[in-house]
């Protein structure tokens, strides 16, 4: 009998093996689930993966290239890990022809480009993970017609670069997770990005932020930029983009703000300030909040010089300069730093003279003491920021 059982299970076995292909370096599970990890693979072996595979997994080989339609003929493929993999180019439609894809993970390897159309067509993938390779720079139309996707992640990447149309064809993402560190975001970045959660953009070191960064970017809950760098906030950075729930710019240094604008056409329905340093107050009639429902300006460092009763007088107030005043706080003059701007004795600070024009009060030229004013406040704010 038990004889007679043991060949029974042999049997078994050798037809399943001969039943299910599977390269010598992989073990096949089941037709469905295939791992090929640290096998030295120096090439994706698509021809000799059973055609019904699910979940193939391929970490940790030497895939330095995915070509053009690699993984053509796995149609039921809903699972795909390449990570640990030593891949440097990824080429246009490389993952075409997989209809049932869910989910991709490469993660881990000297990837540095996200090259235009690499992840295009990917209809049905709900999470791309690019988290952890060296992608430094994003190229437009990469994700063109990749319609689903709930999940896109490029955290700790040294991503500097975000180019025009970057995400393109994205549309019902529930969270784009970016890295630390860009120094670049094109006009039109995130055109076509549509019916975001949340886009979060941590830890920018911009000399810009450049008109139209976020036109066509659409039904948005949270567009959330903090902790950054973002030098001079040019006209019409914010213009061009609709249906916003949520604004908010937390803990930035900004040099400068040229011009902030909302209109009620673009829908943006709040917009929050907070633990932002200012290095120069911005000039009068460069802030327009039309149609928000709720601002909420706090904790800010803003410079105590004569501009000040503009700021107090402006849209950022919100018609309450008393509360503004109570929640916010001066970086300059020095004797001023740190104090909540209604602590401070407002009426002992003049109001700027007609003829002294911003453009007189920038202008390093016109006293040494202007120079020296404005070269403290500039160490102090970097300072401050660097805590």
């Known amino acids: 009998m038990l004889l007679s059982l043991a060949v029974a299970l042999t049997s078994a076995a050798l037809a399943l093996a001969v039943a299910i292909p599977c390269p010598s370096?992989?073990?096949?599970?089941?037709?469905?689930q295939v791992l090929c990890n640290t096998g030295g693979l120096t090439e994706i072996p698509v021809n000799k993966l059973p055609p019904t595979v699910e979940h193939l997994s391929l970490?940790?080989?030497?895939?330095?290239?995915?070509?053009?339609?690699a993984f053509n003929g796995l149609r039921y493929l809903k699972k795909l890990s390449l990570d640990g993999n030593n891949i440097s180019v990824i080429r246009p439609f490389a993952f075409r022809g997989l209809p049932k894809l869910r989910?991709?993970?490469i993660q881990h390897t000297p990837l540095t480009t996200v090259a235009q159309f690499a992840f295009a067509g990917l209809q049905n993938v709900t999470a791309i993970l690019l988290g952890h390779n060296k992608i430094h720079k994003v190229e437009g139309y990469a994700f063109a017609g990749t319609s689903n996707v709930r999940l896109l992640m490029l955290n700790s990447n040294p991503l500097h670069r975000i180019e025009t149309s970057a995400f393109s064809g994205l549309t019902v993402v529930e969270h784009l997770i970016l890295p630390s560190g860009i120094k670049v975001i094109e006009p039109d970045a995130f055109s076509g990005l549509d019916s975001v959660g949340l886009i979060k953009l941590p830890y920018m070191d911009l000399s810009t932020l450049k008109g139209h960064t976020f036109r066509g970017l659409s039904h948005v809950h949270v567009l959330q930029i903090q902790d950054s760098d973002l030098g001079i906030i040019k006209p019409a950075a914010f213009e061009g983009m609709f249906h916003i729930s949520s604004l908010k710019l937390l803990n930035n240094k900004i040099d400068s703000i040229v011009e902030l604008k909302f209109t009620p056409d673009a829908k943006v329905r709040s917009l929050k300030l907070q633990g932002n340093?200012?290095?120069d107050t911005p000039a009068q009639g460069t802030i327009s909040l039309e149609g928000l429902e709720s601002i909420v300006v706090i904790h800010n460092h803003f410079p105590c010089d004569c501009h000040i009763h503009n700021l107090l007088e402006g849209p950022l107030a919100n018609g309450s300069s008393a509360?503004?005043?109570a929640n916010n706080f001066c970086i300059s003059p020095l004797q001023y730093n740190g104090q909540t701007i209604s602590s401070i004795n407002l009426n002992a600070i003049g109001r700027c003279n007609d003829d002294i024009s911003?453009?007189?009060?920038?202008?390093?030229?016109?006293?040494s003491s202007t120079f020296v004013h404005r070269l403290l406040l500039a160490v102090t704010c970097s300072i401050l920021f660097a805590r």
């Open 277 to 279: 340093h200012l290095l």
């Open 25 to 32: 370096q992989c073990i096949c599970l089941s037709q469905a």
């Open 358 to 367: 911003r453009d007189n009060w920038d202008a390093p030229a016109s006293s």
């Open 59 to 69: 970490t940790k080989n030497h895939f330095p290239l995915i070509r053009s339609d």
């Open 323 to 325: 509360e503004f005043s």
């Open 103 to 105: 989910e991709l993970s």
